[in-house]
C-alpha cells in the first residue's frame, strides 16, 4: 500500500512540512511521484522515518541521521535491537525506582526493614540529571559536555585540594557558572521548577519545544521572512515556553539566542537542523528585539 504525504502524516504524526523537508535534504525521498506531483511513500520509506524517529529520540542530529542511514553497513534488525536496549534500560530503570518507592512505603507503615542508603536505590546520579537537564533545555550539546567532563575534574581536584569543597562534592553547577553558561540564581530557579513540576507536566514542556524547533525549520523551508507574522508568533510562544522552563526576562531570552549564534557548538544544533537556520533565527532575533524595544 502506498501513501500520499498527507496519509504518512497522519499515521506517523510527523507533519506534512516535516516530511517535505526531510525529502529536500534527502532523509527520506518518496517511493515515486504521480503526474500531480503527489509524493507517494511505501513500506520501506515507512521503516526508514521510523528509524528516524527513534534516531531523534536519542537526540541525534538530521545530519548525523543522514550519515547512519546512508552507511553501506546499516541493518534495520540490528538498529531496531540496539533501539530496544536504550529503552529497556530506561524501563528496568524506572522498574527500579518503582520498587524503591514500595519498598520505602513497607518501611514506613512497619513491615519491613530498611537501610538508609536503600532510600536511593535506582536514582540517577545528580550530575546526571543536571548534564540532561542543560542538554534538553538547549544551554549546551552533548559534544560539550563530553568534552568539559574531564576540566570538571581538573577543577574538583583543584578545588578539593584548595579546600573549597569536600571530596565528592558535586562542582559542575560551579564550572557552568564560572564559564557563564548558567547563573546560580537560574539554577535555584530551575530546581524550584523541578521541584514544583509533575513529571507529565515536564515531558508536556519537551514535546512544546521540540515541536516549536520543528515549526521553526518548516518556517525556513517555506522561505518566510524573519519578520513575518508567523515568524514573530513563533518567536513569542517560544519565549513563553523558555520562560515556563526556566525564567526570564525578554532582555535575558534575547541574549541567550545570541549566545547560542556566537557559540559554534551551540550553533551547530540549528546548522545540523537546517543550514540556513542559525541566518534565519539570528535575523527573526533582531526583528523580535526591536519590537519590545530591547538591546542586541
Do not use: C
Not at 553501506?72 to 530496544?84: C, G, M, Q, R, T
Not at 522561505?223 to 526570564?248: C, W
Amino acid at each position: 500500500m502506498n501513501y500520499t504525504v498527507k496519509e504518512l502524516a497522519k499515521i506517523s504524526n510527523v507533519s506534512v512540512r516535516m516530511l517535505h523537508f526531510y525529502d529536500e535534504i534527502g532523509l527520506l525521498r518518496p517511493k515515486s511521484r504521480g503526474e500531480n506531483g503527489y509524493r507517494y511513500y511505501g513500506e520501506e520509506q515507512l521503516l526508514i522515518l521510523q528509524q528516524i524517529l527513534f534516531y531523534r529520540e536519542l537526540g541525534i542530529s538530521l545530519n548525523e541521521i543522514g550519515d547512519i542511514l546512508k552507511r553501506s553497513d546499516f541493518n534495520k534488525i540490528e538498529a531496531l535491537k540496539n533501539h530496544k536496549s536504550i529503552l529497556l534500560d530506561k524501563i528496568n530503570h524506572e522498574k527500579r525506582l518503582i520498587q524503591t518507592i514500595n519498598e520505602t512505603i513497607d518501611y514506613l507503615e512497619g513491615k519491613t526493614k530498611m537501610e538508609h542508603k536503600e532510600f536511593y536505590q535506582g536514582f540517577v546520579r545528580d550530575q546526571k540529571e543536571f548534564e540532561q537537564y542543560l542538554i534538553e533545555s538547549g544551554k549546551v550539546t552533548i559534544d560539550q559536555i563530553q568534552e568539559q567532563r574531564t576540566k570538571v575534574k581538573e577543577l574538583e581536584e583543584k578545588l578539593i585540594k584548595e579546600g573549597e569543597v569536600e571530596e565528592g562534592e558535586y562542582v559542575f553547577e560551579r564550572y557552568m557558572i564560572q564559564n557563564g553558561m548558567i547563573t546560580q540564581e537560574e539554577i535555584k530557579q530551575q530546581r524550584e521548577r523541578i521541584k514544583n513540576t509533575s513529571m507529565q507536566e515536564n515531558e508536556e514542556l519537551k514535546d512544546k519545544a521540540k515541536e516549536m524547533q520543528n515549526e521553526l525549520v518548516a518556517l525556513v523551508v517555506e522561505k518566510r521572512v524573519p519578520d513575518s507574522v508567523e515568524t514573530q508568533n513563533l518567536l513569542d510562544h517560544n519565549y513563553d515556553l523558555a520562560n515556563a522552563i526556566s525564567p526570564l526576562t525578554r532582555q535575558k531570552f534575547v541574549e541567550v539566542t545570541i549566545f547560542y549564534l556566537k557559540t559554534p557548538q551551540l550553533r551547530k544544533v540549528w546548522d545540523d537542523l537546517h543550514p540556513d537556520l542559525a541566518d534565519f533565527v539570528d535575523k527573526a532575533n533582531k526583528v523580535y528585539a526591536a519590537r519590545y524595544g530591547l538591546e542586541v
